[in-house]
């Protein structure tokens, strides 16, 4: 899995736009991008993957740069409730032959939503 | 609700003991992972199962084993426990189309007293 550098902690208010930067210089062919929320004392949650370009759900944006070696979480209009530790995930997305999709977590970046 | 499901939620015991954990995954799912996350050494991958077969193994204790059922239901079993062992364990599982996209229980504590 490739190496992700996240900073250890963001701080924002209410109704901003918060972005995330993820920066995994050593992001192979077949890597992908994805993004995991936890609140304290839950399982972490699926948040978002991409590959390559813009991908966009519900909940965030994923910006990634033509040379891949970085990528942005876009968290818009934050409230309180987003307020937890989001990881950012570099890896193989192929089935492969032995299916091994274990997640190797990083120590995150903690996000404080102040009122 | 990832779906996922975890018993108990929380464990408290003795050194020494042993425990079982339970994990039942989503619907359909066939691959099961054991987590473990602690203050000092964060989200911890132990062990995966794909099907009921042992698919890979990661910074899992001798002390410490798992298997998953034919009805795709998991248990962690942890034995001769330490004051060490106190942790947050998760079980996810994913659709083996889905890449990275694993969902998770809510865990079950467990201390060590």
């Known amino acids: 899995l490739a190496k992700t550098t996240q900073p250890i902690s963001m701080d924002s208010y209410e109704g901003q736009e918060v972005n995330i930067t993820c920066s995994h210089n050593n992001i192979a062919t077949n890597d992908y991008i994805t993004w995991y929320q936890q609140f304290p004392s839950q399982g972490p949650r699926f948040i978002i993957q991409g590959y390559k370009t813009k991908v966009t759900n519900e909940v965030a944006s994923l910006f990634i740069p033509a040379d891949r070696k970085s990528s942005t979480l876009s968290l818009p209009r934050v409230s309180l409730s987003d307020t937890a530790v989001y990881y950012c995930?570099?890896?193989?997305?192929?089935?492969?032959?032995?299916?091994?999709?274990?997640?190797?977590f990083g120590s995150g970046t903690r996000l404080q939503v102040q009122p | 609700d990832s779906g996922v499901t975890q018993t108990p939620k929380h464990l408290i015991t003795a050194t020494g003991q042993r425990v079982t954990l339970r994990c039942s995954p989503r619907?359909?799912?066939?691959?099961v992972y054991w987590y473990q996350q602690s203050l000092d050494q964060g989200l911890q991958f132990l062990i995966q199962y794909y099907n009921g077969e042992e698919r890979a193994k990661g910074n899992i204790l001798e002390r410490f084993s798992a298997q998953q059922f034919p009805d795709l239901h998991s248990e962690l079993n942890l034995s001769s426990l330490e004051l060490g062992d106190s942790a947050l364990y998760f079980c996810a599982s994913s659709d083996d189309r889905s890449s990275y996209e694993q969902y998770f229980g809510p865990g079950t504590r467990l201390t060590v007293t």
């Open positions: 619907s359909g799912d066939l691959s």
């Open positions: 995930l570099v890896g193989d997305n192929t089935w492969g032959d032995t299916g091994r999709r274990a997640l190797t």
